[in-house]
Structure formats: structure tokens, C-alpha cells
């Protein structure tokens, strides 16, 4: 579709099932709001509190705004999954009777969740189109193991056969699933993404964010992110240690929170880097342009082997070159040596080395992340999705067009 052609949408029911922050928050209101901006109306249903533009924009992904949400999580594996199964029930009735209400709707776009069935099921018996944006699978690792794996398994085969439409966040994930599932419904891959105009910022923001941290005269190395396990920062941080001596010129800017942040804390302070390794703790998703202003180059310690990081792209438009593992979804999107660097997944070591390495040359660091901005603004901003999913919907459409 050309950019300036209208789009040929009036309505989108945009239903998810996650509590609505953090990432998952970044990514439905990235991808709402965009559709917004081209005129498109959308409207969400979500599980009750759990509204994307309601939730606490903070950097604080291990918590739940609603105790009730933290009380569902934390119930034995069985209860929880037997839990997701009756919520299909709930989330039918609503979904019918929103759709009773607008008989404009183009057609739900539905961020999937295990054992979610029932959206595609009501878009079969209604004759709507159900496009799926498959960011999680039963077909996966997970951190917390299913109990119910055969019964997700096909309940995940019949969503991912009969919906309309498929949106797969890398390559790397749609091939697998395929391989686990056999024939899918159409699908696409659309990586996740970030807009310029949210992450720019002026040489004074820069100079000033520095200055609050204390970062003048120095490489900052930065990470944005939770302190988990998966994401690894703090195996990062107890690898580079030793070696920070070694590159007085650099300082490492850590932002975010997490299950491991107060031992990477009590770390830090117990070593005497606290004036080397700053760590911001929980801030509001508003301060976080501001903080990447005050980085030069961004370190992504582990990723997802299958995802999109959302951080990535952040990086990206802020003209911060990341620094990432070798994993296949991100050297779909990252070109090495020019638009950031990468080294081997899962290696510590290998991050560390890239990162003192690339710190010692602040002219490239410019070049690299002025060549990352270019590349978000042309591809990667939230319009570029929706402009895409807009095409999906009408390469779908049009069989059943031609067909009556």
C-alpha cells in the first residue's frame, strides 16, 4: 500500500489477555495508537483492569498493578492453566457482546495467549476475520512449564489453523511453529518496532541526563530492561567486574528493576562500583527517552532465541547502536557493523569483550547509531506494522471478495 493512500479500515476490536504493561503494554498501544493515527477506530478488551493506558507506565515488568492478578499467578500450575481454559468463557461473552453493539468492525486483531480459543471460534460462527499476533506457543520453552502441554498443544493447533490471519514477530518463530503445528493459516512477519518522534532528544536533554548521573566524561554503556534471569544483566555485570578497571573511560547506566536487581545492588556496592555502575531502579516508562539520551552505545546481554526485543528497536531510534546476541530474529533486523554489533549468544564473556572493545571509539559509536535511527525511521516505526497488517487484512479479503 503506499504510504499516502488512505487506509482501508474503519474499525479493529484489538482483544488481549495480558495484564497490560510493561512490553506487552509497549506493544498494544504501539500498535493502537498507529492504527489511530491513520483514522482507523480501535477499541480493547482485556482482562478486567488490565488496560494498557490504565496501567502504571513503569519499568517494573515484575509487577502486577492488580493484587488479584498476583494472586492468579502465584496459584499451583494445574489451578492457573485450568484458570486460562475457563477464561474463554468470559472472554466470549464479552466479545459477543461487544460485537452485538458495532456491526462496523473490520475485523479482531487478538494478541494470543495459550489455551485462547474462543475469539476464533466466535470469528468462524460470525463470518469476521480473527487475525492472531502470535508473540508466545505452547510449542515453546517457557519459564513457568506447562502442566496441560498436550491439551495447550491442540487448542494452540485449531487457533493457529483457523484463524484468518497469522503475525508472527520473527521469522525464526513462525518457522518454528510451523515445524511444530504443520499447516498454518496465512501469515506474516512483523517485527516489533519503535517511533522516532518518542525517542528523540536534544543535545541539553543529553547533557543534562548526564550530568544528574554523573556520566560526564565518560562512554556510557547502558542497558534498559528487568532484572530477570533470561535477560542475564546480571551475569553481565559480575563478568565485566573485573574489568572495569581496565577501561576507566567507561561507565555502564542500568535502568529498570527485577527479581535479580538487589543482588546485582548489593554487588555493585559491595565491589565499589556504584560511581561505575549506575543503576537507576524503577522508573517511569516517561523518563526512559531521557536516559537513553545519556547512553552511547546499549548492551543486550540474552534474549528470547524466537522473539523480538522490544528494547532493540528502542535503542535503535534513539541513535544508541546496540550491541546484542547472535540469536537468528535479531540478526534478521540487525545488520552487523552497521546498524549495531553482535556476538555469539549465550557466550558473557563474548559480551563484555565486544562491549569494551566497541567503547574505545566514540566516532563509530556515532556513526553505527545515527545508521540505526535511519534504519527505524524508514522501516521500523509503528506505522510501517499497521501499514503491513493493513495489506495483510486486504491480501485476505480479497479471495472472498473475488469468490462472491
Same mark, same amino acid.
Given at each position: 500500500?503506499?504510504?499516502?493512500?488512505?487506509?482501508?479500515?474503519?474499525?479493529?476490536?484489538?482483544?488481549?489477555?495480558?495484564?497490560?504493561?510493561?512490553?506487552?503494554?509497549?506493544?498494544?498501544?504501539?500498535?493502537?495508537?498507529?492504527?489511530?493515527?491513520?483514522?482507523?477506530?480501535?477499541?480493547?478488551?482485556?482482562?478486567?483492569?488490565?488496560?494498557?493506558?490504565?496501567?502504571?507506565?513503569?519499568?517494573?515488568?515484575?509487577?502486577?498493578?492488580?493484587?488479584?492478578?498476583?494472586?492468579?499467578?502465584?496459584?499451583?500450575?494445574?489451578?492457573?492453566?485450568?484458570?486460562?481454559?475457563?477464561?474463554?468463557?468470559?472472554?466470549?461473552?464479552?466479545?459477543?457482546?461487544?460485537?452485538?453493539?458495532?456491526?462496523?468492525?473490520?475485523?479482531?486483531?487478538?494478541?494470543?495467549?495459550?489455551?485462547?480459543?474462543?475469539?476464533?471460534?466466535?470469528?468462524?460462527?460470525?463470518?469476521?476475520?480473527?487475525?492472531?499476533?502470535?508473540?508466545?506457543?505452547?510449542?515453546?520453552?517457557?519459564?513457568?512449564?506447562?502442566?496441560?502441554?498436550?491439551?495447550?498443544?491442540?487448542?494452540?493447533?485449531?487457533?493457529?489453523?483457523?484463524?484468518?490471519?497469522?503475525?508472527?514477530?520473527?521469522?525464526?518463530?513462525?518457522?518454528?511453529?510451523?515445524?511444530?503445528?504443520?499447516?498454518?493459516?496465512?501469515?506474516?512477519?512483523?517485527?516489533?518496532?519503535?517511533?522516532?518522534?518518542?525517542?528523540?532528544?536534544?543535545?541539553?536533554?543529553?547533557?543534562?541526563?548526564?550530568?544528574?548521573?554523573?556520566?560526564?566524561?565518560?562512554?556510557?554503556?547502558?542497558?534498559?530492561?528487568?532484572?530477570?534471569?533470561?535477560?542475564?544483566?546480571?551475569?553481565?555485570?559480575?563478568?565485566?567486574?573485573?574489568?572495569?578497571?581496565?577501561?576507566?573511560?567507561?561507565?555502564?547506566?542500568?535502568?529498570?528493576?527485577?527479581?535479580?536487581?538487589?543482588?546485582?545492588?548489593?554487588?555493585?556496592?559491595?565491589?565499589?562500583?556504584?560511581?561505575?555502575?549506575?543503576?537507576?531502579?524503577?522508573?517511569?516508562?516517561?523518563?526512559?527517552?531521557?536516559?537513553?539520551?545519556?547512553?552511547?552505545?546499549?548492551?543486550?546481554?540474552?534474549?528470547?532465541?524466537?522473539?523480538?526485543?522490544?528494547?532493540?528497536?528502542?535503542?535503535?531510534?534513539?541513535?544508541?547502536?546496540?550491541?546484542?546476541?547472535?540469536?537468528?530474529?535479531?540478526?534478521?533486523?540487525?545488520?552487523?557493523?552497521?546498524?549495531?554489533?553482535?556476538?555469539?549468544?549465550?557466550?558473557?564473556?563474548?559480551?563484555?569483550?565486544? &562491549? +569494551? =572493545?566497541? *567503547?574505545?571509539?566514540?566516532?563509530? #559509536? $556515532?556513526?553505527?547509531?545515527? %545508521? @540505526?535511527?535511519?534504519?527505524?525511521?524508514?522501516?521500523?516505526?509503528?506505522?510501517?506494522? &499497521? +501499514? =503491513?497488517? *493493513?495489506?495483510?487484512?486486504?491480501? #485476505? $479479503?480479497?479471495?472472498?471478495? %473475488? @469468490?462472491?
Amino acid at each position: 500500500m503506499p504510504q499516502d493512500s488512505p487506509m482501508p479500515l474503519k474499525r479493529v476490536l484489538y482483544h488481549h489477555r495480558t495484564q497490560g504493561k510493561a512490553v506487552e503494554g509497549v506493544h498494544i498501544r504501539g500498535v493502537s495508537d498507529a492504527l489511530r493515527a491513520e483514522g482507523v477506530a480501535v477499541d480493547i478488551i482485556s482482562v478486567p483492569g488490565a488496560d494498557p493506558y490504565a496501567s502504571p507506565k513503569a519499568m517494573s515488568p515484575t509487577r502486577s498493578s492488580k493484587s488479584w492478578m498476583r494472586a492468579l499467578t502465584r496459584l499451583p500450575e494445574p489451578l492457573f492453566e485450568l484458570a486460562e481454559i475457563a477464561y474463554n468463557a468470559i472472554a466470549g461473552w464479552r466479545v459477543l457482546a461487544y460485537l452485538r453493539r458495532n456491526a462496523d468492525v473490520d475485523f479482531i486483531y487478538e494478541r494470543y495467549s495459550l489455551f485462547m480459543i474462543s475469539t476464533v471460534l466466535l470469528g468462524r460462527m460470525r463470518g469476521l476475520p480473527v487475525i492472531l499476533e502470535v508473540n508466545d506457543s505452547a510449542a515453546v520453552h517457557r519459564v513457568r512449564p506447562l502442566f496441560f502441554h498436550r491439551v495447550a498443544m491442540a487448542m494452540e493447533r485449531y487457533a493457529f489453523r483457523k484463524a484468518t490471519g497469522l503475525v508472527f514477530v520473527s521469522a525464526a518463530f513462525r518457522n518454528r511453529i510451523q515445524q511444530a503445528h504443520g499447516t498454518l493459516a496465512p501469515a506474516i512477519v512483523t517485527h516489533n518496532a519503535a517511533n522516532i518522534d518518542k525517542f528523540s532528544f536534544t543535545e541539553q536533554q543529553r547533557s543534562d541526563a548526564r550530568a544528574h548521573w554523573g556520566l560526564e566524561g565518560h562512554v556510557v554503556c547502558g542497558y534498559l530492561g528487568a532484572f530477570v534471569p533470561w535477560h542475564a544483566i546480571d551475569k553481565f555485570v559480575y563478568e565485566i567486574a573485573d574489568r572495569l578497571e581496565q577501561a576507566p573511560h567507561l561507565k555502564l547506566l542500568l535502568v529498570g528493576d527485577g527479581a535479580t536487581y538487589p543482588e546485582v545492588k548489593a554487588f555493585v556496592e559491595k565491589r565499589g562500583l556504584s560511581d561505575r555502575v549506575i543503576l537507576t531502579g524503577r522508573v517511569s516508562h516517561d523518563a526512559v527517552p531521557g536516559l537513553l539520551a545519556a547512553m552511547d552505545m546499549a548492551i543486550l546481554p540474552s534474549a528470547g532465541d524466537y522473539t523480538s526485543p522490544v528494547k532493540l528497536f528502542e535503542f535503535m531510534a534513539c541513535a544508541v547502536p546496540p550491541i546484542a546476541p547472535d540469536f537468528e530474529p535479531i540478526r534478521e533486523v540487525l545488520v552487523e557493523g552497521s546498524t549495531g554489533w553482535m556476538f555469539r549468544a549465550e557466550d558473557t564473556a563474548a559480551a563484555v569483550q565486544a &562491549v +569494551l =572493545q566497541r *567503547s574505545t571509539d566514540a566516532d563509530e #559509536l $556515532r556513526r553505527i547509531g545515527q %545508521a @540505526a535511527r535511519a534504519y527505524v525511521a524508514a522501516e521500523r516505526q509503528w506505522r510501517n506494522n &499497521v +501499514l =503491513q497488517l *493493513s495489506d495483510f487484512y486486504t491480501g #485476505l $479479503r480479497q479471495p472472498a471478495t %473475488a @469468490a462472491a
